[in-house]
């Protein structure tokens, strides 16, 4: 009956109620809603980091990130490859031949990283070949193809079918040097890696840098799932142990860092709504509370034990927390479902967002689990905000709160 | 056999700047079945002795027993489940829990004393019936008179099965046919199931159907008169 006195009481004083339970609702709307934006911005870095920048695990010479000359070879090319595909959860493999370098267009020049790929085997691991927005992706048997990305395009002002000269040392020492066609242009949601990245035939740049056959600087495995990126890279490690094995999380710390304190930073975000809305709810029930004075003398004087009055206006407080806190994580849902199918266009911003790697259009995301925490941290909110209420119940003097004129 | 029993009992309230004797050595015994009326002016301490009875104040000094226990010898807690199992309450504003209906607020002290709920609900019908009020089980006391809520505070003090009902000013809000309804049905209680009623009151039609009643005046008992 406790439960039912609670629930009947909540609707005893309609619009107090209805307007506490307005705040509760909109302020977790718009705070799970937040979380969903965030988190939606967050799994498309993510999933750019992965799919086209540095799929989930890298695989190097052991001493090539720390000095990424292009002496510091993957020999063998082909058996590393072939063990790593042999490896279970391992969706694709791509080796790639690296030089970091200038790049000359007839009017100006900058410095880019050249990736020799595999079109075919490269097109498996990363998306390059579906961010062209104008080109194409390898197609034509042509000697020297290069694709480079819209913002080094205007950079070098060049266009489709200009040309680029790449000037490299080759392996033996020598300066030398290749005039590139660009036969694509991409575009990615981060603009520093258009203009640092260009990509030639991985044959091109062997011939180039005059580099023995089965040799690559670089392998870049893409996995069934990114859950499976720690077995796999421990496994990995232990069967290439002469090789750096690298994971996303290794290469890209930034993207990782985000991942990473995204729980935190939510977690304080909620946190600070409900700290807000704890006052709201503290002032309710307490005016509640002094409203009943009469009503909890009388139940105090007729046996109603402390534990049970003070459960009582504690049932209340989490029932009104909890309801409003559901109509929040619904109405924060509808806009999460709505936006996950829509997008929201950051368009005003792009510049500084794609500058950071994100896209401008965000998908909303957001997890069950996410919602379940927060409906706990909501009812961890209410029992907080009944203490107050209900201890000041409990220090009622029954003889004297029967007598009080309301 | 006495069911109440009080020695010397003195209330001093000191919480103004001038100390008032509420009570001022009280020696009062009530027996099984009795149906008692406490009369005497404003400020006579009237309530007082009636909060003093009900375990709702405790008094400077005296002693308080109820079918034998001394009440001023039992926690808080203690004397909250004393009062739940053995002290009838009726109030002047009737004081029922205005989210319940009729039944559930006489079904709510038995539910307090975790009796199985078909037990209480038989019991809550019943006792509705015996008030006059087995068709208005459903109804909320808003829906319900003066004299409708009063009856269903005089059912609900008695679903707990107590030693004895106190009843403070219980027709101050009541008509005159709604006050002799409720006299009559809290008499026939009295008289039927042997229930003991001690009322404090001003009003004359209480006093003439006492059938003991004692006065007071500045906190001392100044007569003590039985009717046959």
Known sequence: ?406 | MNVIEVKQLKKIYNTTEVKVNALNGVDLTFEQGEFAAIVGPSGSGKTTLLNMLGGLDEPTEGEIRIGGTNILELSSSKLIDFRLRNIGFVFQAYNLIPVLTALENVEFIMQLQEVPKKERQQRAIALLEQVGLGDRTNSRPSKLSGGQQQRVAVARALASKPKFVLADEPTANLDSKSTANLLDIMEELNRKENITFVFSTHDQRVVNKARRVITLEDGQIISDLKKE
């Open chain 1, 1 to 406: 009956m406790l439960l039912a006195i609670a629930w009947r009481n909540i609707w005893r004083s309609r619009t107090r109620s209805l307007v506490i339970l307005i705040a509760i609702t909109l302020g977790l709307a718009s705070g799970i809603f937040y979380m969903a934006f965030y988190k939606g911005m967050l799994d498309q870095r993510i999933n750019s980091a992965i799919k086209t920048e540095a799929s989930h695990i890298q695989i190097h010479h052991a001493k090539y990130l720390t000095n990424p000359d292009k002496k510091f070879v993957i020999t063998s090319t082909d058996s590393v490859v072939q063990a790593i595909r042999a490896e279970e959860n391992v969706k694709a493999v791509s080796s790639r031949l690296i030089v970091n370098t200038m790049i000359q267009s007839p009017t100006t020049g900058s410095g880019v990283k050249v990736t020799g790929i595999d079109p075919t085997m490269e097109a498996q691991v990363t998306n390059l070949h579906s961010k062209l927005i104008d080109g194409s992706y390898f197609e034509e048997d042509r000697r020297n193809p290069i694709i480079i990305g819209e913002k080094l395009a205007e950079k070098l002002k060049v266009k489709l079918k200009s040309k680029l000269v790449i000037t490299v040392q080759d392996m033996a020492g020598n300066i030398t040097g290749a005039a590139f066609k660009v036969v694509g242009i991409y575009e990615t949601s981060n603009t520093s890696f258009d203009e640092k990245n260009v990509f030639v035939r991985q044959t091109d740049l062997s011939r180039l840098l005059a580099i023995g056959e089965n040799t690559s600087h670089e392998i870049a495995v893409l996995l069934t799932q990114n859950e499976q990126l720690n077995p796999v890279a421990r496994k990995l490690r232990s069967e290439l142990s002469n090789l750096s094995v690298k994971t996303w999380r290794e290469i890209m710390p930034e993207v990782s860092l985000l991942e990473s304190s995204f729980g935190l930073t939510m977690y304080i975000f909620i946190g600070i709504i409900l700290l807000a809305l704890l006052f709201g709810i503290v002032n309710t029930m307490l005016m509640a509370v002094l409203e009943r004075t009469k009503e909890l003398g009388m139940l105090m004087a007729i046996g109603m034990n402390r534990v049970r009055v003070f459960a009582m206006i504690m049932l209340e407080t989490v029932m009104l927390s909890l309801f409003g806190g559901l109509c929040g994580i619904i109405l924060g849902w509808l806009l999460n479902l709505y936006f996950g199918a829509t997008g929201i266009d950051l368009g005003a911003w792009s510049a500084a967002y794609k500058s950071m790697g994100f896209d401008t259009l965000v998908y909303t995301r957001l997890s069950w689990s996410i919602s379940l925490q927060v409906a706990i941290m909501v009812m961890v909110t209410g029992i907080i905000a009944s203490i107050y209420p209900a201890l000041k119940a409990l220090r009622l003097k029954p003889g004297e709160a029967i007598r009080i004129d309301m």
